[in-house]
């Protein structure tokens, strides 16, 4: 499916392009639909291919020898997957799966590198996507090394909101991400029965509030702010 030139400028990656390459992405970009459970990409897979999330939920993990699985991240609206392939011509380095019904905008390697090579903007907004995951990346590990498990889910809770939240009743934070406490656990580094006590915990003292699509509401920030001060 192709897309409107109208969508582009919602999305970060594309903010102050000029025209001529608003025209070439609408061109020559494709939207695709996913299912739950789909995989977008899969590790070791070749890469010639770039993604930009138009909305829904992709998870990002990796399959270890043993079969097991590492938990990345969970990217939503706005973020981009696939860039490292195209950059340094290697393979996949991780799987990606919708978490639920997702749209993306894919770009080939062509267009990629022509828009790398059309002007200074296209260039320095990867940059600034690729240094937030860094810089996001950086603060979690420092998280994993200070904070116990209350401190971790709402620091989580507490990134979720801020990049992707949106405003609610109350003051309180609407995250449209679907989010299982498996995966919370996974991110977190700790086992699903201890996450499970966190997460009662800060419902019943009315900190958060979960949806049936696992949608989480940040009711109260001040108070996870707290909980990671207070470790």
Request: net charge neutral.
């Amino acid at each position: 499916m192709s897309i409107e030139v109208e969508v582009l400028p919602s999305v970060t990656l594309f903010n102050g392009l000029d025209d001529d390459q608003m025209k070439m992405i609408a061109l020559n970009g494709r939207i695709r639909s996913y299912r739950s459970g789909s995989a977008i990409m899969q590790q070791k897979d070749p890469g010639d291919t770039f993604f930009v999330i138009l909305d829904g939920t992709v998870k990002v993990s990796l399959t270890l020898p043993d079969g097991s699985e590492v938990f990345l991240a969970v990217l939503a609206q706005g973020d981009t997957v696939g860039e490292l392939s195209l950059i340094d011509a290697g393979g996949r380095s991780a799987d990606v799966i919708a978490q639920e019904p997702t749209r993306i905008l894919t770009m080939d390697r062509e267009l990629f590198d022509t828009l790398l090579a059309s002007g200074a903007q296209f260039p320095r907004n990867l940059m600034r996507i690729l240094s937030r995951r860094l810089r996001l990346a950086n603060v979690r590990i420092q998280a994993h090394c200070t904070l116990d498990v209350y401190g971790m889910v709402a620091h989580q809770l507490l990134e979720f909101a801020e990049l992707y939240g949106q405003p609610a009743a109350n003051g309180a934070t609407y995250v449209p991400i679907r989010l299982t406490q498996g995966d919370l656990a996974t991110l977190v580094g700790a086992s699903r029965e201890r996450v499970n006590q966190v997460m009662v915990s800060y419902r019943k003292s009315g900190i958060i509030s979960v949806d049936g699509r696992f949608h989480i509401t940040v009711e109260k920030t001040d108070l996870l702010r707290k909980r990671i001060a207070n470790n």
